[in-house]
């Protein structure tokens, strides 16, 4: 059964998840990906503060179309979340966001940011993002659109969008596990170090 | 070929590519489907991909947000006035880009600039390749930048991984390869590899392999039996669909190889993710025909 959360969220809710479990997002969620992680990290712009509070972001880089003046989402799946390793664990603990929503994980660092901040990594399906458009009811907002529009921050509010937690706030994580399972098979069937 | 017609002919293949999955991938996503166990998040993210397929084939939506590095191959009568056609596939990129069937995926390195059209120095792969038939064949890949990072070449021999200079140790390097990409690459992923070459040429082979159909036949008996034993192995690492774990961690493997340098063996990698987007463009007078 899968969970509810609304954003912004809090602490004690986020503590109540753990690896596995399924959640249904609604509320804003805010885009940020590889320029957007450097800007948060190096400049603190202090616009963004307000924004995050609470929140968690999706890494992505959506295909957006202006109809009438206005923002609309045409497809929005995510991005690799390991490229913000260098930055996540600062952005957690600046800005009090409560997560993280990317594909194929994240790395130690952040893992121990989630556990002594109170924040979770949530998982969704890579190249699916017709489907996960679908659960993207309006683009309220947009910041730094000069960046780019795959690099810009797009305030998003969403639906039932369904995810997995795959690292949780009490210092697990799915992705590792996965790693060290197969490591194990692949030593095995080459009898060499992986 | 009709110059004043390939613009709109060129931007249908650009659409299709990007919008459309070609059904040997969907067959295999429909196969790994059936194979995970129910109520995993393997199963449900390869039901995911296969409800997003059908959304994106409907609405002419892009499959992935990340439509790509785009790597075009035109086979053409030789002598024609490629120049000509070079303008004009840059166009139909920029068009084909304000229809948004493409991201602008174009970024200048050192100032971040994004033009927004896809172009600039160095985007687009293009490959010319004359040849002795009055037909054109143009074909296109959206090669997605998550798998591009996890994309890999090792050079052999390899004392860690005890990989010598044959197909036990180039077997032993795509193990290697795949087990480090993890899920990050968009797994099930199409192991895609090239042996021998230069460092650039090893690549550029391991990317031509992503136009063959998954079930193609290697005319190499050799390499043909490596493409079985691998897509075997690689599915018993249970890295599984995005890298949750599970039985569906590549949904085929291709290899071609390259004269080397006697100095040199390369075994490079180019890993493509589930959204394998590639399609093929027949003109035959003026008249142009799809596959996928």
Redesign the interface.
């Known amino acids: 059964m899968a969970i509810t959360i609304n954003l912004p969220t809090d602490e004690q809710t986020i503590r109540s998840l753990k690896i596995?479990d399924e959640v249904l997002l609604n509320g804003l969620i805010v885009t940020a990906r590889d320029?957007a992680h450097k800007l948060m990290v190096t400049k603190k712009p202090k616009d963004l503060f307000p924004l995050l509070k609470g929140t968690i972001i999706y890494h992505?880089?959506?295909?957006v179309?202006q109809v009438n003046g206005k923002w609309e989402i045409?497809?929005?799946?995510p991005?690799?979340s390991?490229?913000e390793e260098p930055y996540e664990d600062e952005v957690i603990k600046t800005y009090g966001i409560r997560g993280a929503i990317g594909?194929?994980?994240m790395g130690k660092r952040t893992l121990e940011a989630c556990k002594t901040y109170g924040a979770v990594y949530l998982?969704t399906?890579?190249?699916?993002?017709?489907?996960?458009?679908?659960y993207m009811e309006e683009i309220v907002d947009v910041k730094y659109l000069e960046?780019?529009?795959?690099?810009a921050f797009w305030v998003i509010r969403v639906k039932d969008f369904p995810v997995?937690v795959?690292m949780d706030s009490h210092g697990n994580s799915?992705?590792e596990?996965?790693?060290r399972?197969?490591?194990a098979?692949?030593e095995q069937?080459?009898?060499?170090?992986? | 070929m009709d110059p004043a017609k390939l613009e709109s002919q060129l931007i249908e293949l650009i659409r299709r590519s990007s919008t459309i999955l070609p059904p040997d991938i969907v067959k295999a996503l429909e196969d790994g489907y059936k194979r995970e166990k129910a109520g995993t998040?393997a199963k449900?993210?390869m039901k995911?991909?296969l409800?997003?397929i059908k959304?994106?084939r409907e609405?002419s939506?892009?499959?992935?947000?990340?439509?790509g590095s785009l790597i075009f191959y035109f086979y053409y009568p030789d002598g024609e006035k490629i120049l000509l056609v070079r303008k004009i596939l840059e166009s139909a990129v920029a068009k084909a880009t304000d229809l948004?069937y493409l991201?602008?995926?174009s970024?200048d390195p050192i100032s971040?600039f994004?033009p927004?059209n896809n172009l600039g120095p160095g985007a687009l792969a293009v490959h010319y390749r004359p040849w002795n038939k009055k037909t054109w064949l143009v074909q296109m890949i959206n090669k997605?930048?998550?798998c591009e990072?996890v994309s890999a070449q090792m050079a052999l021999p390899?004392t860690?991984?005890?990989?010598g200079r044959d197909l036990d140790g180039v077997?032993?390097a795509v193990?290697?390869m795949v087990?480090?990409a993890?899920?990050?690459g968009?797994a099930p992923g199409i192991a895609c590899v090239g042996i021998g070459g230069t460092r650039d040429m090893g690549m550029a082979l391991a990317k031509d392999q992503i136009l063959r159909k998954l079930d193609d036949v290697n005319p190499d008996p050799e390499l043909a039996k490596l493409e079985k034993k691998l897509y075997r192995?690689l599915n018993?690492?249970?890295?599984?669909p995005?890298?949750?774990?599970g039985k569906t961690t590549v949904l085929g493997v291709k290899i071609g190889k390259y004269q080397r340098h006697p100095a040199t063996f390369y075994v490079s990698l180019a890993y493509m993710?589930?959204?394998d987007r590639r399609c093929t463009m027949t003109i035959s007078g003026n008249k142009a025909s799809y596959e996928q």
Do not use: F
Request: one cysteine or more; hydrophobic letters at 30%.
């Open positions: 596995g320029a992505c880089g959506p295909i179309k045409v497809v929005a799946g991005t690799t390991m490229r594909k194929g994980g998982h399906t890579g190249g699916a993002a017709a489907q996960i458009a679908q960046m780019g529009t795959p690099e997995i795959t799915l992705h596990t996965v790693d399972e197969s490591k098979i692949c069937l080459t009898k060499g170090k992986c | 998040p449900g993210a995911a991909m409800n997003s959304l994106s609405g939506l892009p499959i992935c947000q990340d439509t948004n991201r602008p995926n970024v971040g994004n927004g997605g930048g998550g990072n390899d860690n991984l005890v990989a077997y032993k193990m290697k087990y480090n993890q899920g990050r968009c192995d018993k690492l249970t890295i599984g995005m890298g949750y774990g993710c589930w959204a």
